[in-house]
């Protein structure tokens, strides 16, 4: 395997004492930004951006990978102990999860978990390790009507299964395809929706408004509900007895495969993936009405699948150079201010510091094991700080983030005004996801389809002449398809016969 | 005797506004209207390190990058004409941000005053190494045989490239293409490699390696010279088209109303670091081509490629898709 190969070289890039130094940074960082409610991976790799601006890119990326991937281990601890998710993509392993810990078995659920994530993230690097060189070569079939069909596939999953509401996934759909129009029109060079502010000519940076919808309106939401003490529970015994493994074992490699799968579908985001692989094992149980009262099968599996999904999402960023959510995009970011450009050429181009990363993701989740498991008892304190002073630390590292990005006080303004936005969508039940996502891969789909346009001289056929294409189109139906049937159906049990 | 009158002149100049004659007394900014990372920030760092210390003071580049260019000079266009504030100007990206009625630039050609040029990328029609086209000719042919079928692709609506398609189209009557703009070198290249769009229109620094590589052919460099990258290309006047010149210049520019003094001394500091054997080694190692131009030469180089952005940008705004 020619990917083993460059892995044993990226390898020795990645144990420099620099690059190991970096990879422990981020996961500590990773791990605090998981713990804290409020602060997720995105608007904690958003803030710290501007700090890698002077690192050597390799360094950068290597760090602000881990803050990622170290984030989904962390928000764990946070949904286990208080049952408030530490970030999104925990908020499944609150079921269970707090009830394990109500019995005394927190340390087993966070064992579990611990566990859980570094099989997941482990399988999943090693897996895109052998699979993205030969898809970087693949992609060069992918042109504009190609890249619009799998975003177009990609925005109906997130429509499809981010709530409870078809209309209301729609909505917010909508409406982050519609912020997305703000800025110049990328072919025509007409300005749009900017109503004479030389700042939006470039749109809304998408990072103050992660920052808001996700940062600030999570400070909103915490500061009006009463401060929740974590669980006064030792936390023991963190390694599953025979049983328990026998129980978790399946869970964690359905939640493994499930991971990667979604991980490749752009736009799919990371809370996804645990929904599905909590609800697959639910299904598959023999006893699912146990589900919810503390059964470790709903601890490993979302656990699992979230760390998959995080790796695996790096698949389609290197690939295609097409962020699939908004931690990844932040990191596209982060790629570009290095004038490094994701996507097929990276691979050729920058062997070096590809393979360095993907080496980085097995040191990082080696260094997150020995973080969550013999240390998790220091994390577990953190969470003793009332949140009035960490709401305000936060808010504060949010403002400076969002001011450091460009030098503008014009995007803190963004941020505060999304903060509020976001503050009032939650509170009226809609969800954020499909906002932030359509307005990450709007642009990209208004540029692939309209060069499409160009080059087919105006014909929409081109996007079902073209077999990928056409494939990529007919999955996005029958999810939609799926989705809807899904929701009618809850809607005739609501109502009864 | 000449000197002394010159100098005297150029005191009494300076005089006028006060500390003009000690320019510069403090760090002087040099303004990039596109992120930090790209060649335009590249070159400028380079000559900037080197300029430092014919000019006795630190020179600090700030990256204000937007709105391909628009963001940073409509910014320096409101800077204080004082010499502490230059900008790299882009051309024709400047020229056509102004002449877009589109774009409501709040500055005219007149805002900035030319100091010196450093980088001139020559215009080039390629296309994947395996293309049928072997030649331009082989390429105006396909392009009259079925008008508006062939695709050329552009870096961007309205960029030198967009215009150059232009230039060929109106120096081979019948020939049309049908144009397809993308943002940026990377995605046009990916989609030139992957084969789904004909030929494409860039600049030489952009695509040296992969000529030299074997993966994409080079038709015509769109210069009166020969490219020293690519000294086996002909030029599009040796080929017979002598209107078909296209680049993309960088240099860099004061604000209007700085004093002329101001502008000698940063001109002179400029061209010392320019000619400075480090600078044309690291350029050429960015694949960058080097062309000075100062003073009366830039002067009369500004306001010649403004008419003639003037004329392609209107016929690039009425010109009908397909």
């Known amino acids: ?497 | 005797m000449k000197i002394a009158r010159v100098l005297a002149v150029s005191l009494l100049l300076a005089a006028a506004p006060s500390g003009a004659q000690d320019f510069p007394a403090k760090p002087v900014q040099l303004m990039v209207a596109y992120p930090a990372g790209g060649s335009t920030d590249v070159a400028a760092r380079i000559v900037a390190a080197l300029a430092e210390k014919h000019l006795g003071q630190s020179i600090v580049i700030l990256n204000k990058g937007g709105a391909g260019g628009q963001v940073g000079w409509t910014e320096m266009s409101r800077q204080k004409p004082d010499g502490y504030y230059l900008g790299f100007i882009n051309l024709p990206a400047l020229n056509t941000v102004i002449l877009d009625p589109e774009r409501k630039a709040a500055f005219g050609i007149d805002a900035f005053v030319p100091v010196i040029n450093q980088v001139l990328d020559p215009g080039v029609i390629w296309v994947k190494a395996d293309s049928p086209f072997k030649s331009l000719k082989d390429v105006l042919e396909a392009a009259k045989r079925t008008p508006s079928k062939l695709s050329a692709a552009t870096t961007g609506i309205l960029s030198d490239d967009h215009l150059a398609i232009l230039m060929v189209e109106e120096a081979s009557p019948g020939a049309t293409f049908r144009l397809v703009h993308f943002e940026g070198g990377a995605p046009q290249m990916t989609a030139i490699l992957g084969g789904h769009v004909d030929l494409a229109f860039d600049n030489v620094g952009s695509i040296v390696r992969r000529v030299r590589s074997g993966e994409v052919r080079a038709l015509a460099v769109m210069d009166p010279r020969r490219s020293p990258f690519l000294p086996d290309v002909p030029t599009t006047p040796e080929l017979g088209y002598p209107s078909v010149v296209s680049s993309s210049t960088r240099g860099i520019a004061a604000v209007k109303g700085t004093p002329a003094s101001v502008i000698k001394k940063l001109e002179a500091s400029f061209r010392k670091a320019m000619e400075d054997p480090e600078h044309v080694k690291k350029m050429e190692d960015a694949g960058l081509a080097m062309r000075i131009m100062v003073g009366e030469e830039y002067a009369n180089y500004y306001r010649e490629l403004h008419a003639k952005a003037a004329k392609y940008t209107e016929w690039a705004r009425s010109r009908a898709q397909k």
């Open chain 1, 1 to 497: 395997m020619e990917g083993l190969q460059f892995l044993a070289s990226g390898f020795a890039a990645a144990l420099s004492i620099q690059n190991l130094l970096f990879a422990l940074a981020g996961c500590v960082l990773g791990t605090l930004i998981g713990v804290l409610p409020g602060l997720g991976p995105a608007a904690g790799t958003a803030i710290l951006i501007p700090l890698t601006f002077k690192l050597d890119p390799t360094g950068a990326i290597i760090m602000l990978a881990a803050i990622y991937y170290g984030a989904m281990y962390g928000g764990t601890i946070t949904s286990v102990l208080i049952n408030v998710p530490g970030e999104a993509a925990s908020v499944v392993t609150c079921l269970d999860g707090y009830q394990m810990a109500r019995q005394g078995r927190a340390g087993t659920a966070l064992g579990i978990a611990a566990i859980g994530s570094f099989v997941g993230g482990v399988v999943a690097a090693l897996a895109l390790a052998m699979v993205a060189p030969p898809l970087a070569r693949f992609a060069l079939s992918f042109g504009p009507p190609e890249f619009f069909s799998l975003m177009f596939l990609g925005l109906c999953l997130v429509t499809g299964l981010a709530g409870a509401s078809l209309v209301a996934g729609l909505l917010m759909t909508l409406f982050g395809l519609l912020l997305a129009l703000i800025g110049i029109d990328p072919v025509r060079g007409a300005p749009r929706f900017t109503f004479g502010i030389v700042e939006l000519y470039d749109g809304l940076g998408f990072v103050p408004v992660v920052m808001g919808l996700f940062g600030v309106a999570e400070i909103l939401l915490t500061i009006e509900k009463p401060f929740r003490q974590a669980l006064a529970t030792r936390i023991e015994g963190l390694w599953p007895n025979r049983e328990e493994w026998k129980r978790s074992g399946g869970a964690i490699g359905r939640g493994t495969v499930i991971g990667f799968l979604l991980g490749l579908i752009p736009g799919v985001g990371a809370v996804i993936p645990t929904f599905m692989a909590y609800i697959v094992e639910k299904r598959l149980s023999r006893n699912p009405e146990k589900f919810g009262t503390g059964v470790i099968e709903g601890v490993a599996a979302p656990e699992t699948a979230n760390n998959a999904y995080a790796n695996a999402s790096m698949i389609p960023l290197l690939v295609l150079g097409v962020p699939s959510s908004p931690t990844i995009a932040v990191l596209m970011g982060a790629f570009i201010i290095n004038g490094l450009t994701p996507g097929p050429f990276l691979f050729k181009e920058r062997p070096d510091l590809v393979w360095a990363v993907i080496a980085s993701f097995f040191i990082g989740n080696v260094i997150l094991l020995f973080l969550n498991l013999p240390l998790v008892g220091l994390w577990a304190r953190l969470l003793r700080v009332p949140y009035q002073y960490l709401c305000a630390g936060t808010l504060l590292f949010c403002v400076v983030g969002a001011y450091s990005l460009k030098g503008a006080l014009f995007d803190v303004g963004v941020m505060l005004v999304f903060g509020v936005v976001g503050y009032l969508l939650r509170k009226l039940d809609f969800p954020l996801a499909p906002a932030v996502l359509a307005l990450i891969l709007a642009p990209f789909m208004e540029k692939s389809l309209r060069t499409s346009l160009e080059i087919s001289g105006g014909d929409f056929g081109i996007f079902l002449e073209r077999p990928i294409s056409a494939t990529l189109l007919v999955l996005a139906a029958l999810i939609v398809a799926v989705a809807t049937s899904r929701l009618a159906a809850l809607k005739s049990i609501r109502r009864g016969p």
